[in-house]
């Protein structure tokens, strides 16, 4: 059974904008900043898919060639798209993979407080023999999911997609399991959301975003 684990591809996509489009709702703070918050966000997110010991290969999706620099460290591929959304930019991806793969991860590129230990328990379920595996943000969105492949559920974006993907896959009777924790249900939409941040810092550490978060302190929100 260890021999056919072994030969089971795992493909992790994490789908980002143009680093000048992304974040808009951080409009309280100062572009330049604005733009480090989202490079850091995005170097803890693909850290922790090329750390997992079941996750085959990570692919970036984003229409800003320019990001290539940000994740010049990690050993993953870049696919280019038209910047036309997260569930384009998913799918962009899967017709580009030119080998078989198992099982699909969809990840986001602001739940910086994600691990790897997330990751690996989540590909566990997926081995323990579930189809679907959901893990819900704070707000009711989807941060992670993980289907096996091909897909046996469409995919859905924004508030509520969680519950939408949840009924869609009892509907059908999928093998579906739902993993949340702290780390995994938090991501980074508005300032508010950054001061939550600042607070698990200090149980995360490590991460990139929290040295962001050090380096500015208390002055990393503009004043009105």
Partial sequence: MQILWLLIMIVALVPIKDLNRAKSRLKEIEKSIRIEIVKAMLRDVIHVYACSRYVDKTILVTPDPSIRETVRDFTIDIVYDGGNGQIEAYLKALETIPYKI???????????????????????????????????????????????????????????????????????????????????????????????????????????????????????????
């Fill in 102 to 224: 198992d099982a699909v991860i969809f990840g986001v590129a602001d739940a910086p407080f994600v691990s790897s230990e997330d990751v690996n328990t989540i590909v566990g379920f997926y081995r323990d023999g579930f189809d679907i595996v959901l893990t819900p943000s704070i707000d009711g969105g989807t941060n992670i999911m993980l289907q096996r492949y091909p897909l046996m559920i469409e995919l859905m974006h924004g508030k509520n997609s969680f519950q939408k993907h949840l009924a869609r896959a009892l509907q059908k009777t999928i093998r579906v399991n739902v993993y949340s924790t702290l780390g995994t249900s938090i991501d980074i939409d508005t300032a508010e959301d950054l001061i939550i941040a600042k607070q698990l810092c200090s149980i995360y550490g490590g991460k990139e975003l929290c040295r962001i978060l050090s380096l500015y302190g208390t002055s990393l929100i503009r004043h009105k």
